[in-house]
């Protein structure tokens, strides 16, 4: 069965500060998804990671993906208050049917 | 431009009422999925349908039923609904060519 954990869980910190979210998961799997998801919104997609060592970036988001370590990042550089939700990466199972499973999310605060 | 369409965003039922959640998308795309959110513990599979005539049971299936009526829609039937099924909906469907789930806005449901 596959896993996949983030961590932290809970983040909060200051404006203009860095920080990584990490995303582990627990088998084999070369296509990996983030996803940003704001109090009472959907969920909206932000990176979609297609192979090892892709590395995608929009304005101060960053991520990337190592497959062989199984773990994806997405770093955040000089946060700013914006930036504050929720963020969720998906693993896809590439075996049999399509699915994607989902981290329990990393509810990020940024203060001014 | 629609994408994924879900009605209805609110519903208070009763313990052992039965309701149905709609879900259609305008994308063309083969594949669409029913999730719930739940606090700490991110998104999970529910049903999904790989494409029109299909469909498959995910993490969680127990209680609930679907329709993939064509290509279209993907509905969520409650038959007897319990206090444990309140929670967030999400209906998505999913891109071929990049494996994104496109969602949509959800359905906020309370068993009383």
Redesign the interface.
Known sequence: ELK?EQNP?FLSMQEGKNYTIYCNYSTTSD?L?WYRQDPG?????LF?L?SNGAVKQEGRLMASLDTKARLSTLHITAAVHDLSATY?C?V?ITQG?????????TRLTINP | NAGVTQTPKFQVLKTGQSMTLQCAQDMNHNSMYWYRQDPGMGLRLIYYSASEGTTDKGEVPNGYNVSRLNKREFSLRLESAAPSQTSVYFCASRSENTGELFFGEGSRLTVL
């Open positions: 996949v869980l296509r998804y919104k959907s969920l909206e997609s979609v297609l969720f998906a896809d049917a399509q699915k994607l499973v989902f981290g329990q999310g």
